[in-house]
């Protein structure tokens, strides 16, 4: 059984920054992509960022330049890190992790979620 953690969500002012980590551990052989999606009160999930297994970013558009995506991959750990933040990044964010477990399956993992809050 794989599971993904979060941390690091809070409230932050605009202009501030917060580190988000998200944890895989179980059953796990090996971790294709990860990344970061969000999701705003009465919207749909969106794909914030995602990392290749060696280490290729990709961004919406939204975040260029502001958010910074890295993996540690010895730790089974995918960052996001968020600059400048504006009141429109408030959201849950969730971490995916495209993971191989034990049984050399191949599955889509998902985080529950933590609440990043930018106040104006």
């Known amino acids: 059984q794989v599971q993904l953690v979060e941390s690091g969500g809070g409230l932050v002012q605009a202009g501030g920054s917060l580190r988000l980590s998200c944890i895989a551990s179980?059953?796990?052989?090996?971790?294709?992509?990860m990344g970061w999606y969000r999701q705003a009160p009465g919207k749909q999930r969106e794909l914030v960022a995602t990392?290749?297994?060696?280490?290729?970013?990709n961004y919406t558009a939204s975040v260029k330049g502001r958010f910074t995506i890295s993996r540690d991959n010895a730790k089974n750990t995918v960052y996001l890190q968020m600059n400048s933040l504006k009141p429109e990044d408030t959201a849950v964010y969730y971490c995916?992790?495209?993971?191989?477990?034990?049984?050399?399956?191949?599955?889509?993992?998902w985080g529950k979620g933590t609440l990043v809050t930018v106040s104006s």
């Open positions: 995916n992790a495209f993971i191989q477990g034990s049984d050399y399956y191949f599955m889509d993992y």
């Open positions: 179980g059953s796990i052989f090996t971790i294709d992509a």
């Open positions: 990392i290749s297994s060696g280490g290729s970013p």
